[in-house]
């Protein structure tokens, strides 16, 4: 996603000696063209199991810990989604599922199919929505773990007594919001 697969092979170097210290994560789901430009979401089985294979091809490893859809697919259902990650996780290519910004709903179909063992999800002093949507719920019920993105509130300088410290004057926090959907409510198949 980030990149078009090039921080994979950066870390493809340092894992040539460490692989057995590190716990790898990556995500698909997000569609790049040739020149960075966003081209959609995809989730169907045959882009799931190709964008496995670039990635593990680019990090230089036989098994990814922990393999994250990016994005809910609004186009494909997400059991067939999880049905194409868990045949991954059959053939040991990956040890864990994982989703990103999805609805209760999507998460309760999703382990349906297969255990999923994370969600990543934006939660901070400033988004606690996982707290009253029904997401946090859900997690707490299928055993979930909640990782969180965007802890200090998209911008340190939302956080007050944050704003003078170095780290805002060293990294660039000001970021548009994405583009996509976020928490897709993927309609049922059939």
């Keep these: 996603m ?12 340092a894992l040539k000696t460490q692989r057995d210290k590190v716990f790898i994560c990556t995500k698909f789901g997000i569609v790049r063209g040739p020149n960075g430009s966003f081209d959609g979401v995809r989730g169907d089985r045959a882009y799931v199991r190709e964008a496995c294979e670039r990635s593990l091809e680019r990090l230089g490893i036989d098994q990814i810990d922990l393999y994250y859809q990016h994005r809910v697919d609004p186009n494909t259902p997400i059991e067939e989604t ?28 999703a382990y349906k199919v297969a255990p999923v063992a994370a969600i990543q999800e934006e939660y901070s ?12 719920d859900a997690c707490k019920e299928l055993g979930v773990q909640v990782v969180a ?42």
């Excluded at 980030?2 to 170097?13: D, R």
């Design 2 to 13: 980030y990149g078009a697969g090039e921080n994979e092979q950066l870390l493809a170097h």
């Design 149 to 190: 993105y965007s802890p200090l509130c998209e911008s340190p300088t939302a956080v007050p007594g944050l704003s003078s410290a170095p780290l805002t004057r060293a990294l660039p926090f000001s970021r548009p919001r994405p583009l996509w959907p976020r928490r897709q409510q993927v309609a049922h198949a059939g």
């Design 82 to 109: 999880m049905a194409a990650l868990k045949e991954l996780q059959d053939e040991q290519k990956i040890r864990y599922i994982g989703l990103s910004e999805v609805s209760a709903e999507t998460l309760r179909r």
């Design 125 to 136: 002093l400033c988004t606690t929505d996982i707290e009253t949507n029904g997401v946090m």
